[in-house]
């Protein structure tokens, strides 16, 4: 079945420093990849997504590219701010039927001042 | 516009009794999920509303779950005689049927004591 492998946390950053979390996935056909964030006390919310290989998705200051030779999709930041301060989830939709997401297992991502 | 709500935000109940989890999603959408968010297994698909159609139940971890989507809206997850492995957040996400983007709720903080 499908599945998603992503860095166990918690990452802690000073401000400004350079993030990636690192995604790997495994699915039948060709899937559509996202990153979801979970902020502090808030519900899951797309962050950015990309549907082909070699899309780069990026929002916020955000990128991750599509990678199919690798079955990867990292998510990077030059300079993370305090307000980066979250549970990041790489998320796959694989084929039809109920496009259901299959997440990985989150990675806390805390930035220190 | 009004997002995706869940109600109660948290629901503390005693082992062996029923409870019922309500969802409204954004209207319009016809695509409902359900989803659990628990500290061993990160998040899992439960169940699937699309229109008309039969539901997807594949995720349902037992026969002591079920699900109803009345009138194409409001869903209610209901959860038989709780054990305490049921303790988790349950999310709630719509989208509609142009695009793979869902729309998660708040959730619901469920404890089974």
């Known amino acids: 079945g499908d599945s998603v492998t992503q860095m166990e946390g918690p990452v802690t950053l000073s401000e400004e420093a350079f993030l990636t979390i690192n995604c790997t996935y495994t699915a039948t056909g060709y899937p559509s990849l996202f990153w979801y964030v979970q902020y502090p006390g808030e519900g899951l919310q797309l962050l950015l997504k990309a549907t082909k290989a070699d899309d780069k998705g990026s929002n916020k200051g955000f990128e991750a590219t599509y990678r199919k030779e690798t079955t990867s999709f990292h998510l990077e930041k030059g300079s993370v701010q305090v307000s980066d301060s979250a549970v990041y989830f790489c998320?796959?939709?694989?084929?039809?039927?109920?496009?259901?997401?299959?997440f990985g297992k989150g990675t806390k991502l805390s930035v220190i001042p | 516009g009004a997002g995706v709500s869940q109600s109660p935000s948290n629901k503390v109940t005693e082992k062996g009794k029923d409870v019922e989890l309500r969802c409204d999603p954004i209207s319009g959408h016809t695509a409902l999920y359900w989803y659990r968010q628990s500290l061993g297994q990160g998040l899992e698909f439960l169940i699937y509303f699309q229109g008309n159609s039969a539901p997807d139940k594949s995720g349902l971890p037992s026969d002591r779950f079920s699900a109803e989507r009345t009138g194409g809206s409001v869903s209610t997850l209901t959860i038989q005689r709780t054990q305490q492995e049921d303790s988790a957040v349950y999310l709630c996400a719509s989208r509609s049927t142009s695009w793979y983007e869902q729309f998660f709720g708040p959730g619901t903080r469920l404890t089974v004591l």
């Open positions: 998320a796959l939709i694989s084929g039809a039927g109920s496009y259901q997401l299959t």
